[in-house]
């Protein structure tokens, strides 16, 4: 199957090329993102695959089907950037990669929380420049808090155990449904008003969907505890940005640990260090000493890269086969 695989950097096309040697489909790797301006170097090949931040809008796919493309192979487990309804009556299958190493994400999200609670960003940019001064970096042990984890499934239930387990912290969880083993182990499931107005600090695992988009928007916000740290490393749109930022100034908000912006496609995975960023409201949440942004790096293990190259190219080579495509995205999974 010759594929068009768009938004590779270097580690991509090391990992896809190991994983293809059992596979041999003919990839054709191109650094552009998915849309409608890239669509043509799709031509001539059967597939396409992609990750977070590719278009794959109604329009998009309606020019990827004129060219003939059957399949979208995500190489990500989340899909709120493609257009199902289209996809389904354009006749293209959209196949995903539903878990490559939670452990990846869920150690980068303590490790986000960590390095926010006791200032190890500022810490470590201080003694660049040779200044050891401790005042204004008095942070509080995890010990006893009160962490609310919404969103259970792989990647949070990791989360809920490191935190309880790990830490001692008392975990409050908020999802769809019940995990029998966190609730076994002492995971306290309430509402998600619950887990706002007790929880100190909150932490983000669930996917971007109609329902859950903007989450964490000002009413969410209000009702939560002064000073709450919140940690995002699921997707960007789960929060409203400009009401963080509006909580942040009031002091509302205590810390805010990112690695996931809602704007993001136009920024992350790639170097704009000798550009003038245009986003506004990216640059005004850099500018607060209590916010820690990193650039979508949270599922950059080793082990994660290696694991979604080979599910991505088993997808494929099921798809070229005619076999059961086991993670094939659906409509019914949105709601």
């Given at each position: 199957m010759r594929v068009a695989v768009f938004g590779t950097r270097k580690y991509d096309r090391a990992y896809l090329s190991a994983a293809n040697t059992s596979h041999q489909h003919e990839l054709v790797f191109y650094e552009a993102d998915m849309d409608s301006g890239t669509v043509p170097l799709a031509a001539k090949c059967d597939a396409v695959c992609v990750f977070v931040n590719d278009v794959l809008?109604?329009?998009?796919?309606?020019?990827?089907?004129?060219?003939g493309i059957?399949?979208?192979?995500?190489?990500?487990?989340?899909?709120?950037?493609?257009?199902?309804?289209?996809?389904?009556?354009?006749?293209?299958?959209?196949?995903?990669v539903p878990?490559?190493?939670?452990?990846?994400?869920?150690?980068?999200?303590?490790?986000?929380?960590?390095?926010?609670?006791?200032?190890?960003?500022?810490?470590?940019?201080?003694?660049?420049?040779?200044?050891?001064?401790?005042?204004?970096?008095?942070?509080?042990?995890?010990?006893?808090?009160?962490?609310?984890?919404?969103?259970?499934?792989?990647?949070?239930?990791?989360?809920?155990?490191?935190?309880?387990?790990?830490?001692?912290?008392?975990?409050?969880?908020?999802?769809?449904?019940?995990?029998?083993?966190?609730?076994?182990a002492g995971v306290e499931y309430v509402s998600r008003?619950?887990?706002?107005?007790?929880?100190?600090?909150?932490?983000?695992?669930?996917?971007l969907t109609p329902d859950s988009r903007h989450l964490i928007d000002s009413t969410a916000l209000d009702m939560a505890r002064p000073g709450l740290l919140l940690i995002n490393t699921s997707?960007?749109?789960?929060?409203?940005?400009?009401?963080?930022?509006?909580a942040l100034k009031s002091g509302k908000?205590?810390?805010?640990?990112?690695?996931v912006y809602e704007q993001e496609g136009d920024l992350f995975f790639r170097d704009l260090s000798d550009e003038i960023v245009q986003d506004d409201i990216f640059q005004r949440l850099l500018t607060f000493p209590n916010v820690l942004v990193t650039g979508h790096q949270a599922f950059l293990t080793q082990e994660a890269l290696a694991a979604i190259a080979q599910t991505t190219l088993a997808n494929l080579s099921d798809a070229e086969a005619g076999r059961e495509l086991t993670n094939r995205v659906t409509q019914e999974m949105v709601r």
């Amino acid at each position: 199957m010759r594929v068009a695989v768009f938004g590779t950097r270097k580690y991509d096309r090391a990992y896809l090329s190991a994983a293809n040697t059992s596979h041999q489909h003919e990839l054709v790797f191109y650094e552009a993102d998915m849309d409608s301006g890239t669509v043509p170097l799709a031509a001539k090949c059967d597939a396409v695959c992609v990750f977070v931040n590719d278009v794959l809008d109604a329009t998009v796919l309606k020019e990827l089907a004129a060219l003939g493309i059957k399949l979208v192979a995500l190489r990500c487990a989340g899909f709120n950037n493609v257009d199902l309804a289209a996809a389904a009556s354009l006749g293209i299958d959209v196949v995903r990669v539903p878990a490559y190493s939670p452990h990846a994400v869920a150690e980068f999200s303590i490790g986000l929380l960590l390095a926010l609670d006791r200032k190890i960003h500022r810490a470590w940019a201080r003694t660049r420049e040779n200044n050891f001064s401790l005042d204004g970096m008095v942070g509080r042990n995890l010990h006893g808090r009160v962490v609310g984890v919404i969103g259970t499934g792989r990647i949070g239930a990791i989360v809920a155990r490191i935190l309880q387990t790990g830490f001692g912290c008392r975990v409050l969880a908020a999802d769809l449904t019940e995990n029998p083993e966190l609730k076994a182990a002492g995971v306290e499931y309430v509402s998600r008003e619950t887990l706002l107005r007790e929880a100190e600090i909150v932490t983000l695992h669930c996917p971007l969907t109609p329902d859950s988009r903007h989450l964490i928007d000002s009413t969410a916000l209000d009702m939560a505890r002064p000073g709450l740290l919140l940690i995002n490393t699921s997707r960007g749109g789960l929060i409203d940005t400009i009401a963080l930022i509006e909580a942040l100034k009031s002091g509302k908000v205590g810390g805010v640990a990112l690695d996931v912006y809602e704007q993001e496609g136009d920024l992350f995975f790639r170097d704009l260090s000798d550009e003038i960023v245009q986003d506004d409201i990216f640059q005004r949440l850099l500018t607060f000493p209590n916010v820690l942004v990193t650039g979508h790096q949270a599922f950059l293990t080793q082990e994660a890269l290696a694991a979604i190259a080979q599910t991505t190219l088993a997808n494929l080579s099921d798809a070229e086969a005619g076999r059961e495509l086991t993670n094939r995205v659906t409509q019914e999974m949105v709601r």
